[in-house]
Protein backbone atom coordinates (compact mmCIF):
# COMPACT_ATOMS: atom_id res chain seq x y z
CA UNK A 1 0.00 0.00 0.00
CA UNK A 2 1.81 3.53 -0.97
CA UNK A 3 1.93 5.63 1.63
CA UNK A 4 1.31 9.44 1.34
CA UNK A 5 4.38 11.66 2.24
CA UNK A 6 3.98 15.61 2.36
CA UNK A 7 7.75 17.65 3.33
CA UNK A 8 8.40 19.20 6.24
CA UNK A 9 7.86 22.43 5.03
CA UNK A 10 4.01 22.02 4.26
CA UNK A 11 3.61 20.84 7.70
CA UNK A 12 5.94 22.88 9.66
CA UNK A 13 5.26 25.73 7.29
CA UNK A 14 8.31 28.17 6.99
CA UNK A 15 10.70 29.29 9.56
CA UNK A 16 9.46 32.82 10.75
CA UNK A 17 12.65 35.64 9.48
CA UNK A 18 14.55 37.46 11.52
CA UNK A 19 13.31 40.62 13.45
CA UNK A 20 14.12 43.57 11.46
CA UNK A 21 12.48 46.45 8.75
CA UNK A 22 11.71 44.50 5.43
CA UNK A 23 10.79 46.41 2.35
CA UNK A 24 7.18 44.51 0.92
CA UNK A 25 5.18 45.50 -2.22
CA UNK A 26 1.45 45.33 -1.54
CA UNK A 27 0.06 42.39 -4.32
CA UNK A 28 -3.64 42.75 -2.91
CA UNK A 29 -5.80 41.75 -0.12
CA UNK A 30 -7.87 38.55 0.99
CA UNK A 31 -10.66 40.53 2.65
CA UNK A 32 -12.76 38.37 5.92
CA UNK A 33 -15.40 40.23 8.18
CA UNK A 34 -14.31 40.00 12.04
CA UNK A 35 -15.60 37.44 14.08
CA UNK A 36 -18.47 39.63 15.38
CA UNK A 37 -19.26 40.61 12.43
CA UNK A 38 -18.69 44.50 13.12
CA UNK A 39 -15.69 45.14 11.07
CA UNK A 40 -13.42 43.96 7.91
CA UNK A 41 -9.77 42.41 8.37
CA UNK A 42 -8.46 43.44 5.20
CA UNK A 43 -5.68 41.01 5.26
CA UNK A 44 -3.24 42.70 2.97
CA UNK A 45 -0.90 40.52 1.04
CA UNK A 46 2.43 41.53 0.76
CA UNK A 47 5.44 40.41 -0.71
CA UNK A 48 9.55 41.20 0.07
CA UNK A 49 11.07 42.74 -2.22
CA UNK A 50 14.59 44.01 -2.42
CA UNK A 51 16.12 42.26 0.40
CA UNK A 52 19.79 41.51 0.48
CA UNK A 53 18.96 37.84 1.40
CA UNK A 54 17.72 37.06 -2.34
CA UNK A 55 16.21 33.81 -1.09
CA UNK A 56 13.76 36.01 0.84
CA UNK A 57 12.13 38.11 -1.98
CA UNK A 58 8.80 37.02 -3.03
CA UNK A 59 8.03 35.93 0.22
CA UNK A 60 4.55 36.41 1.45
CA UNK A 61 3.65 38.61 4.82
CA UNK A 62 0.27 38.98 5.73
CA UNK A 63 -1.51 40.82 8.38
CA UNK A 64 -5.11 41.45 9.87
CA UNK A 65 -5.41 45.19 9.39
CA UNK A 66 -9.02 45.45 11.07
CA UNK A 67 -10.92 48.52 9.58
CA UNK A 68 -11.89 49.23 13.69
CA UNK A 69 -8.12 50.04 14.43
CA UNK A 70 -7.39 53.05 12.30
CA UNK A 71 -4.46 54.15 13.84
CA UNK A 72 -3.14 51.57 12.15
CA UNK A 73 -4.73 51.39 8.64
CA UNK A 74 -3.74 55.00 8.64
CA UNK A 75 0.20 54.07 9.49
CA UNK A 76 -0.45 51.45 6.22
CA UNK A 77 -1.54 54.07 3.85
CA UNK A 78 1.59 56.14 4.76
CA UNK A 79 3.55 53.52 4.90
CA UNK A 80 2.80 52.73 0.89
CA UNK A 81 2.77 56.72 -0.05
CA UNK A 82 -0.95 57.63 0.45
CA UNK A 83 -1.59 59.64 3.76
CA UNK A 84 -6.34 58.73 4.27
CA UNK A 85 -7.51 61.74 4.02
CA UNK A 86 -10.09 63.92 6.17
CA UNK A 87 -13.19 65.51 4.69
CA UNK A 88 -13.58 68.50 5.80
CA UNK A 89 -17.65 68.56 5.95
CA UNK A 90 -18.06 65.25 7.33
CA UNK A 91 -14.76 64.88 9.75
CA UNK A 92 -14.99 61.37 8.34
CA UNK A 93 -11.66 59.48 6.97
CA UNK A 94 -11.76 58.02 4.04
CA UNK A 95 -9.29 54.89 2.73
CA UNK A 96 -8.35 54.39 -0.18
CA UNK A 97 -9.28 50.72 -0.49
CA UNK A 98 -12.57 50.51 -2.54
CA UNK A 99 -14.67 46.53 -1.32
CA UNK A 100 -17.33 45.75 -3.89
CA UNK A 101 -19.84 42.77 -4.33
CA UNK A 102 -19.19 41.64 -8.31
CA UNK A 103 -22.53 40.22 -8.40
CA UNK A 104 -24.63 42.90 -6.62
CA UNK A 105 -22.93 46.36 -6.88
CA UNK A 106 -25.91 47.75 -4.43
CA UNK A 107 -25.03 44.76 -1.90
CA UNK A 108 -23.79 45.47 1.84
CA UNK A 109 -20.63 44.00 2.55
CA UNK A 110 -21.15 41.16 4.99
CA UNK A 111 -20.09 37.81 5.76
CA UNK A 112 -22.01 36.17 3.12
CA UNK A 113 -20.84 38.23 0.58
CA UNK A 114 -17.55 39.50 1.54
CA UNK A 115 -15.09 36.04 -0.47
CA UNK A 116 -16.59 37.18 -3.37
CA UNK A 117 -15.93 40.99 -3.41
CA UNK A 118 -13.41 42.93 -5.46
CA UNK A 119 -10.95 44.98 -3.55
CA UNK A 120 -9.46 47.35 -5.76
CA UNK A 121 -6.84 50.22 -4.12
CA UNK A 122 -4.09 52.71 -5.68
CA UNK A 123 -1.98 51.23 -2.84
CA UNK A 124 -1.66 47.97 -5.08
CA UNK A 125 1.46 47.76 -6.38
CA UNK A 126 3.06 49.89 -4.14
CA UNK A 127 6.32 49.35 -1.96
CA UNK A 128 6.77 50.59 1.57
CA UNK A 129 8.57 49.44 4.71
CA UNK A 130 7.11 47.76 7.51
CA UNK A 131 8.94 46.38 11.02
CA UNK A 132 8.33 42.69 11.43
CA UNK A 133 8.83 40.83 14.56
CA UNK A 134 9.02 36.86 15.78
CA UNK A 135 6.74 35.79 18.01
CA UNK A 136 4.87 32.63 19.11
CA UNK A 137 2.04 31.47 17.13
CA UNK A 138 -1.03 31.17 19.23
CA UNK A 139 -4.24 29.18 18.26
CA UNK A 140 -6.92 32.55 17.83
CA UNK A 141 -9.76 30.56 19.60
CA UNK A 142 -7.83 28.79 22.49
CA UNK A 143 -4.77 30.97 22.81
CA UNK A 144 -2.81 27.59 22.93
CA UNK A 145 0.87 27.51 21.80
CA UNK A 146 0.82 25.69 18.50
CA UNK A 147 4.04 23.40 18.41
CA UNK A 148 5.36 21.56 15.33
CA UNK A 149 4.68 17.07 15.24
CA UNK A 150 7.82 17.03 16.90
CA UNK A 151 6.98 19.03 19.91
CA UNK A 152 9.02 21.99 18.96
CA UNK A 153 7.04 25.87 19.67
CA UNK A 154 5.69 27.28 16.42
CA UNK A 155 6.76 31.08 15.94
CA UNK A 156 5.83 33.11 12.93
CA UNK A 157 6.21 36.79 11.71
CA UNK A 158 3.65 39.83 12.41
CA UNK A 159 4.17 42.77 11.56
CA UNK A 160 5.08 45.34 14.42
CA UNK A 161 4.35 48.45 12.52
CA UNK A 162 4.08 50.57 9.55
CA UNK A 163 6.36 52.88 8.42
CA UNK A 164 5.91 55.96 7.00
CA UNK A 165 7.24 57.01 3.36
CA UNK A 166 10.02 59.53 3.96
Known sequence: MP???VSAETV???PPKEAGIYQVQLVGF???MSKNGDSIN???QMKIVNHPVAE????YVSDFLNTLFGSTVAAFHNCFGSPISKDPVTGQYSYMISIDDLQDPNAQI???NIERCNVTSPLIGQVGALVLEVKEDKDWNTG???KTPDGTIKLKNTVKQYLARS
Not at 56 to 59: K, P, T
Open 144 to 146: LVR
Open 42 to 44: LNP
Open 3 to 5: VLT
Open 56 to 59: FNGD
Open 12 to 14: EGK
Open 110 to 112: SAS
Open 30 to 32: KPK
